[in-house]
């Protein structure tokens, strides 16, 4: 994953504030859908939906993986479960918040920590797998109580 290089809330605090293994974190930097690849999603991008939203758009664009992970909102000061797309050439697209937020731009206010990805041709077949519901999407919930992802959440608050 692309390291990212601007000025970062420390990992462990966003680990502390949604219980997650500051260990399996990894800060990413997130770009800015072109305006061909907007067109082609608008019509599809949903709040409260960045799961979907994110394979739906790395179906319309070309993406290679969906990337679910933490979000910091800096003008909130909170983290909250996000999921976003990873492009072939390692980049990174956040089609929610791009498309819902009128102000977004993602190296000011936005900062991004992946923790679990998964290929888009065989997302479906892991969200089955994991979720043991067939062409559900896989969220928060579904890694937590899975067997092979639940080491993501071990968990000791940093002191």
């Known amino acids: 994953m692309k390291e990212a290089t601007s000025n970062q809330v420390d990992p462990k605090a966003v680990a502390d504030m949604l219980i997650i293994s500051p260990e399996h974190l990894c800060s990413v930097e997130v770009g ?11 019509d599809s991008v949903h709040p409260g939906q960045c799961y979907n939203n994110a394979l ?3 179906l319309a ?15 909130f000061g909170l983290a909250v479960e996000h999921a976003w797309l990873q492009m072939p050439d390692g980049s990174y697209f956040d089609p929610t918040y791009q498309l819902l937020d009128d102000t ?3 190296e000011r206010d936005y900062q991004y920590f992946a923790l679990w990805s998964v290929d888009v041709d065989d997302y479906l077949d892991a969200g089955e797998r994991l979720r043991g519901v067939a062409n559900m999407a896989i969220d ?9 992802t639940r080491h993501l959440f071990e968990y000791r608050r940093s002191a």
């Open 32 to 42: 800015l859908l072109d305006s061909h690849q907007l067109r082609l999603v608008e």
């Open 104 to 106: 977004y731009r993602p």
């Open 140 to 148: 928060f919930l579904a890694l937590r109580t899975a067997p092979e």
């Open 61 to 75: 664009v070309g993406g290679d993986k969906v990337v679910l992970g933490a979000t910091f909102i800096d003008r």
């Open 56 to 58: 739906m758009t790395a």
